[in-house]
């Protein structure tokens, strides 16, 4: 804290000095009042907690330097009570609404210029004025508009430095050769301005608010404050008229204005472009940030597939009596691998058994306990007496071992030198037959409840059927007929015409079109379809 107060009376102090000189040797206010912006910047750039150090630091260098002039004790009192007044007032406006003040961000800078430049300054000059015009004789208007927009270039030069060197995010540098050439080339504008005695200090200025769209909040406030610097030399040294035709008084009044103006214009600017720079970096961020998610999910959407695609059969079994496609498809959400399973496999000569199933879930778990019920069922179904029997024993392994608490299933046997067809349903969606004709029949007998649930049974229901020569059949798992917002009828409707107006059509142009008509749902899809040719003896012979 003694550093803090120490540094604030030096500098304030030396400030003062530098402003009276000014004053001395022009006989007009002074350019910019520098302690003003000091204090200010003081208190926005440390904690409330210490601000008494800053406001107790300004309050003494102040009153010693009133000491140096000739001013009543009224008039010194009000200039210390104005120059502490006056920043408090405009740093507490600026944390209240702002917090830690960043001159990089429009809505900042305007709170800045709202607070610290306008309001702030105006009720210092106002208290000043007063006092001065109490303690003696003095032109409060002029006094007052001196005094006000001399604090308010303070806090715009020497305040918006301190503010915005070694605090902004704004990093971009100004100490470039394209960044020394504007300032460069703005001092010897403003000098060929001046000594010309042409009213075109305007034009000059201009170089500010270049520099802020170009190099950002810092090259305004360098920029700012050489041309600052250099009209107070020029106000000093120079013979002529500040502006040629208008008083002295009012000249430097409008020289004060034109440069807060420029300096506020191109801290707007600078805030502006870095926001729209942030902006299109955030777009672009965020468009980057999708194509990744995009490509990532397809990663995971194949990883997904190519797993599954790994548990589950890399072959089914090929008899000349029959032909047979499967489908597998991953669904539309990253849900990784998935419980959906298929298998067709020989028991004996003449007999194979395929089966469908769906273990409920998702994710390793659920694919691990779908490997371990698919091979449940290849190694009960050549011992078990019929399909039945197997989803019973399949159910007890499941409910014993843990491997899941719910799954559906649907096995049957296909005895392929009658065509007796015989199954049985654990919870699992019907399998559906298409005759050589046309029509269609879904298998609803043998029903029972899903794997895993429900009592045990030694043996679980079974239907049976007959297949002529030409029969299609198709198993298949829910997320091929449901989808969200309709019924389960109307799913299994859609399924139904797919294969009645298509069963002439190969088994893997069939399985193909129910496929795509799965398109989009959000569950695995698997899809097995099988077409009895008949006994062997009655086809013909191969080759």
Not at 312 to 338: C, I, M, N, S, W
Not at 511 to 534: I, Q
């Amino acid at each position: 804290m003694v550093r803090l107060f120490l540094l604030t009376a030096v500098l304030y102090g030396g400030g003062s000095g530098i402003a009276r000189l000014l004053l001395n040797q022009t006989d007009l206010g002074a350019v910019f009042f520098i302690p003003a912006g000091i204090t200010i910047g003081f208190l926005l750039r440390t904690e409330k907690r210490v601000w008494w150090v800053v406001l107790l630091a300004a309050g003494v260098a102040e009153f010693s330097m009133n000491l140096l002039g000739e001013y009543s004790g009224v008039a010194q009192a009000g200039f210390v009570a104005a120059n502490l007044i006056e920043p408090l007032v405009g740093a507490l406006i600026i944390k209240r609404w702002c917090g830690w003040l960043d001159l990089a961000r429009v809505r900042h800078v305007v709170w800045f210029v709202a607070a610290a430049v306008v309001l702030a300054p105006a009720l210092g000059a106002a208290i000043g004025s007063l006092a001065a015009d109490l303690g003696g004789p003095g032109d409060f208007q002029a006094i007052f508009y001196q005094w006000w927009l001399g604090d308010a270039l303070g806090v715009i030069l020497v305040g918006g430095g301190i503010l915005v060197w070694g605090s902004s995010p704004d990093r971009r540098s100004f100490f470039s050769p394209w960044g020394l050439a504007i300032l460069a080339a703005t001092v010897v504008s403003l000098q060929i301005v001046f000594w010309s005695e042409l009213p075109l200090t305007f034009i000059v200025l201009v170089g500010v608010v270049l520099a802020g769209a170009l190099f950002g909040t810092r090259a305004v406030m360098v920029t700012a404050v050489v041309i600052a610097i250099t009209q107070a030399v020029d106000l000093v040294y120079g013979t002529g008229p500040p502006i040629l035709g208008i008083p002295d008084e009012t000249a430097l009044i409008v020289i004060k204005l034109r440069l807060a103006v420029f300096s506020l214009a191109g801290l707007l600017v600078a805030a502006e472009a870095l926001e729209s720079d942030r902006a299109r970096r955030a777009e672009g961020e965020v468009r980057v940030g999708l194509e990744k998610e995009v490509t990532e999910k397809r990663v995971y959407r194949e990883l997904a597939d190519h797993l599954q695609q790994a548990l589950l059969p890399t072959q089914v079994v090929q008899r000349p009596e029959l032909d047979v496609a499967v489908r597998y498809k991953a669904g539309a959400t990253e849900l990784l691998v998935g419980g959906d399973w298929y298998d067709v496999f020989e028991v004996a000569e003449s007999t194979i058994v395929l089966t469908v199933g769906d273990v409920v879930g998702n994710g390793l778990e659920a694919s691990a306990a779908m490997g371990r019920l698919r091979t449940a069922v290849s190694v009960l179904a050549p011992v078990a007496a019929g399909p039945g029997s197997i989803l019973a024993s399949v159910c007890d392994y499941a409910r014993d071992s843990g491997a899941t608490s719910f799954a559906t299933a649907v096995v049957a046997a296909l005895e392929t030198d009658t065509g007796r067809l015989t199954y049985g349903s654990a919870g699992h969606p019907p399998l559906l037959v298409i005759d050589p004709d046309g029509t269609s029949r879904w298998l609803t007998d043998g029903r029972s409840a899903p794997l895993a649930c429900g009592q045990r049974q030694i043996v679980r229901p079974e239907g049976s059927t007959y297949l002529a020569p030409g029969s299609v059949v198709v198993g298949y798992t829910d997320g091929l007929v449901e989808r969200r917002g309709e019924d389960l009828m109307e799913g299994l409707a859609r399924l139904e015409r797919i294969c009645q107006m298509n069963h002439r059509r190969s088994i893997e142009e069939l399985a193909d079109l129910m496929l795509a008509e799965a398109d989009g749902s959000a569950d695995d899809v698997v899809v097995l379809v099988l077409r009895y040719l008949g006994p062997r003896s009655s086809l013909p012979p191969e080759g």
